[in-house]
């Protein structure tokens, strides 16, 4: 059981999040507190709360800072800070938007996972595809265009998956022998890990359920 703290930004309300997920703590550490974030916070708070927190799903919007600066109205520095220091304390997933003709080539989701890598090559990397809304009207995500990054991404990192993209093999699997370790189809899921070790090579896994 536990509480994600999404949709708005949770570092808005800030001094709420870190009251209820002390408090929470204090109640029953057993509970998870996760964070849907977009991973704009200073250092000093961001390092203050992560104490209480178990999980968070970090957007990396892009790897240009004319990408944050244009589409975002941001800078990317304050988002790899937050990545950087959050994989320290708590388990960390990135997410990114693969929007078509601004941030979906390849060679920009390598630099991501290049990134990544450098941090630890077990954070899990989700690519997602976009589809037009609002004001933002470029055309959807080319899936072959997904599938080529995904597949380039995971050179560098041992846990990439695709989102919003239907009938494609979103399963984990043992990055030393390939063994599936948990099967997922649309929302059912099926965990075949024995304890925190493949059952097939008794690697080390690092992942949480």
Known sequence: MGIAFTYNEPFMWYEYVYDVAKKI????KSISIILVTNGFVNKE??????PFIDAM?????????????????????????????ASK???????????????????????????L????????LHLSRYFPNYKMKNQPTLVENIMKAKEEAKKYL??????????????????????????????????HIKGDKCPNCK???????
């Open 117 to 124: 890598s450098a941090i630890d090559k077990s954070i899990p």
């Open 89 to 115: 304390y708590t388990h960390v997933e990135i997410t990114t938007l693969m929007v078509s003709d601004e941030n979906d080539s390849v060679e920009e989701i390598v630099e991501i996972a290049k990134f």
């Open 203 to 209: 690697e080390y896994i690092n992942i949480i359920f």
């Open 25 to 28: 703590k204090e109640y029953d």
């Open 158 to 191: 041992n846990y990439v998956y695709v989102g919003n993209v239907s009938g494609v093999d979103n399963n984990t699997y043992c990055p030393n022998c390939g063994y599936n370790l948990v099967t997922r189809d649309i929302y059912t899921t099926n965990s």
């Open 57 to 85: 799903n970090i957007d990396l919007k892009g790897f240009t800072q004319k990408y944050y600066n244009e589409i975002c109205g941001a800078t990317i520095e304050p988002v790899l800070e937050t990545i950087k220091i």
């Open 45 to 50: 708070p961001l390092k203050k709360i992560l």
